[in-house]
């Protein structure tokens, strides 16, 4: 992949959006390419995060897993290319809270938090602006996982 289909592809993505094309090319410089058949596990729930990832091409999985039952983890919601994922070790230095499996074979970009953390050392715009991004990503995931559960509940208390 070249740097240019790099920038595009970080320009596209949920947690980079609104950079100029010099920051785009600085985080750029950062990422490497990597490519995933389908079913292939990206990383599992509860290890150490290291990485954030974007996806370029292709479907992935979240899922987590049942709690006290044995058996396939549940898929929590698909990810599209654009979306990013990974970012929540980025940000809290913890363990993966689920895990990402690829859907269909897909390409994405890795970029090592510690090299990302320096980066937005040195530039706060490009900090500020994917902190502001990984926000909105955030919350919409915790309104969209708040509706699951009322729609859950909502049989249980009429």
């Keep these: 992949m070249t740097s ?22 600085k985080v750029a410089s950062l990422a490497q390419p ?7 596990e990206i990383f ?12 370029v091409s292709g479907v ?5 897993s049942r709690p006290l039952e044995a058996g396939p983890g549940i898929k929590i919601a698909p990810l599209k290319p654009g979306a990013c994922f990974g970012e929540i070790t980025l940000i ?17 970009l ?3 938090d510690a090299e990302l953390r320096n980066l937005f050392q ?7 602006v994917f902190m502001l991004n990984v926000a909105r990503i955030l919350s919409e995931r915790i309104r969209d996982a708040n509706m699951r559960l009322r729609n859950s509940l909502s049989g249980l208390y009429v």
């Design 4 to 25: 240019e289909a790099q920038i595009d592809a970080l320009r596209n993505s949920e947690c980079f959006r609104g950079l100029g094309d010099d920051a785009l090319r």
């Design 34 to 40: 990597q490519s995933y058949a389908q079913g292939e």
């Design 44 to 55: 599992h729930e509860l290890e150490p995060g290291e990485t954030l990832f974007i996806i």
């Design 60 to 64: 992935m999985d979240v899922m987590i």
């Design 92 to 108: 809290d230095e913890c363990f993966r809270s689920a895990s990402v499996i690829a859907h269909l074979d897909s390409e994405v």
């Design 110 to 112: 890795c970029i090592p």
């Design 122 to 128: 040195a530039d706060h715009e490009i900090g500020y």
